[in-house]
């Protein structure tokens, strides 16, 4: 268990299956201060309760193109202040949002209205050829946004969530094409974003192969800014 001595707002970067759902969710069990929230989580959970929302990101996602930034940027900030997160002393993780310029400069500009801001980006880096494969054999229990993976990390019995016993299903936007188009979204977005980010000299690097190799030096990244 690691203890933070200043509040922390994380923000993770990477590639689709770069492992920024798994990296969070070993984070929250080694940091119990720490809460962390998922814009695809949150666009699944719409999607399964079949809002107006969630229809309408349905046909974004389904296409692996990213949403609107007004759209997605509403949608979160809303969460945020909803979660009390706006307010200063608050520690939190947030994966897959911001991940363009205007999102972080609109998170950027809320969060100073209310004194306070992200304070580390983490971008996880890791070799495309290592997650083409690792998302054909993903499985994910979208109420919670556990993820599972049928070789690295497979529910304990076939097909169900290891907590709930819930069924576990595919995501929509799992498929070598639609892949291949995210993979290409995250690109155009993520250089600039990284430019934005190292400019606020917040953005640091963690590489490897596989979530095991990079979790212990990205929990070292935060315990040697953040804690002990
Ligand atoms: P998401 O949901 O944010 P992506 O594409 O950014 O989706 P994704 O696919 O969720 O990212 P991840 O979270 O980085 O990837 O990876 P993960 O789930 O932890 O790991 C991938 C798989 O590999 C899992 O099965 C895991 O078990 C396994 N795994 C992990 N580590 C290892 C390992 O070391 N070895 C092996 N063998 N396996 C491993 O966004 C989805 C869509 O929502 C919209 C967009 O349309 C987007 O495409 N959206 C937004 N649109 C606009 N703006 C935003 N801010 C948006 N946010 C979401
Ligand atoms: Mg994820």
């Excluded at 970067?13 to 695809?40: D, E, H």
């Excluded at 690097?205 to 212990?216: A, Y």
């Amino acid at each position: 268990i690691t203890r933070l001595l200043k509040p922390l707002r994380l923000l993770l970067l990477g590639a689709p299956g770069s492992g920024k759902g798994t990296q969070t969710s070993m984070l929250l069990k080694q940091i119990p201060q720490l809460s962390s929230l998922s814009s695809g989580d949150i666009l699944r959970q719409e999607i399964k309760s079949e809002s107006t929302l969630g229809r309408k990101a349905a046909t974004y996602i389904a296409q692996g193109k990213l949403l609107p930034d007004d759209l997605i940027t509403q949608l979160i900030t809303f969460r945020l202040s909803k979660m009390g997160w706006l307010k200063p002393p608050a520690t939190w993780l947030l994966d897959g949002f911001p991940r363009t310029t205007a999102q972080a400069s609109t998170l950027d500009g809320i969060l100073k209205q209310h004194n306070t801001d992200l304070n580390l980006v983490v971008e996880l880096d890791v070799p495309e050829s290592a997650i083409l494969e690792r998302i054909e054999n993903r499985y994910v229990h979208v109420p919670s946004g556990r993820v599972y993976n049928l070789q690295y990390n497979p529910p304990k019995v076939p097909g169900l969530d290891d907590i709930t016993g819930e069924p576990l299903t595919k995501r929509l936007d799992d498929t070598v094409e639609v892949f291949k188009k995210r993979l290409e979204e995250f690109k155009k977005a993520n250089e600039p974003l990284k430019v934005y980010y190292k400019k606020s000299g917040l953005l640091c690097t963690v590489s490897g192969e596989s979530s095991d190799i990079i979790f212990p030096k990205l929990l070292n990244l935060i315990t040697s800014k953040f804690g002990q």
